[in-house]
T-cell receptor, first 115, second 113 residues
Framework: SAVISQKPSRDICQRGTSLTIQCQVDSQVTMMFWYRQQPGQSLTLIATANQGSEATYESGFVIDKFPISRPNLTFSTLTVSNMSPEDSSIYLC????????????FGQGTRLTVV | AQTVTQSQPEMSVQEAETVTLSCTYDTSESDYYLFWYKQPPSRQMILVIRQEAYKQQNATENRFSVNFQKAAKSFSLKISDSQLGDAAMYFCAYRRNTDKLIFGTGTRLQVFP
């Protein structure tokens, strides 16, 4: 299993500002994933972050809005840039187990409110 | 493209009773994995149970079991002897090999004493 520490757990931000969310894993992992969960909805994958390469973004998400860093095998950050109220969501970091049939492990999530 | 559908936005059950949450999915693959995740108000996503598509036997984890119908592309979750702590959002998820997880829209389960 993997233990994931995600910070901050929640924040209230002014529109037009940026917030960086941190995700720390207690073991080395190849891929880290960032999800968005809008109020009352399911999880949508934003991007996959591999160490040493550019993140891969899903349709509808762009690097300018959600820049991601992956400086090593245990850490990643997601920045939500130039925020608007529509960005108010829960953002979750996730990693997967070492073998393909293990489950994904999730951080506690960051509840972001943009005012 | 693969999709996961949960047709029950909300379900309720009395404590100690049994409830079944539905999930269907669409895929042309034969080798994949299915999961049920629980998300309580704490927001932490917790794995409830997983099923490998190549296994015919339905997975069971204590009070939780699945009814996996591969031909029908159905993957329902049965919760027996429901407890107050089972109240949460439940998400069905699909993954092919090491591809990304695809989640359903979720079912909110309420448990009444």
């Amino acid at each position: 299993s993997a233990v994931i520490s995600q910070k901050p757990s929640r924040d209230i931000c002014q529109r037009g500002t940026s917030l960086t969310i941190q995700c720390q894993v207690d073991s080395q992992v190849t891929m880290m994933f960032w999800y968005r969960q809008q109020p009352g909805q399911s999880l949508t994958l934003i991007a996959t972050a591999n160490q040493g390469s550019e993140a891969t973004y899903e349709s509808g998400f762009v690097i300018d809005k959600f820049p991601i860093s992956r400086p090593n095998l245990t850490f990643s950050t997601l920045t939500v840039s130039n925020m608007s109220p529509e960005d108010s969501s829960i953002y979750l970091c996730s990693v997967e187990g070492s073998s393909r049939n293990t489950e994904a492990f999730f951080g506690q999530g960051t509840r972001l409110t943009v005012v | 493209a693969q999709t996961v559908t949960q047709s029950q936005p909300e379900m309720s059950v009395q404590e100690a009773e049994t409830v079944t949450l539905s999930c269907t999915y669409d895929t042309s693959e034969s080798d994949y994995y299915l999961f049920w995740y629980k998300q309580p108000p704490s927001r932490q996503m917790i794995l409830v149970i997983r099923q490998e598509a190549y296994k015919q036997q339905n997975a069971t984890e204590n009070r939780f079991s699945v009814n996996f119908q591969k031909a029908a592309k159905s993957f329902s979750l049965k919760i027996s002897d429901s407890q107050l702590g089972d109240a949460a959002m439940y998400f069905c998820a699909y993954r092919r090999n090491t591809d990304k997880l695809i989640f359903g829209t979720g079912t909110r389960l309420q448990v009444f004493p």
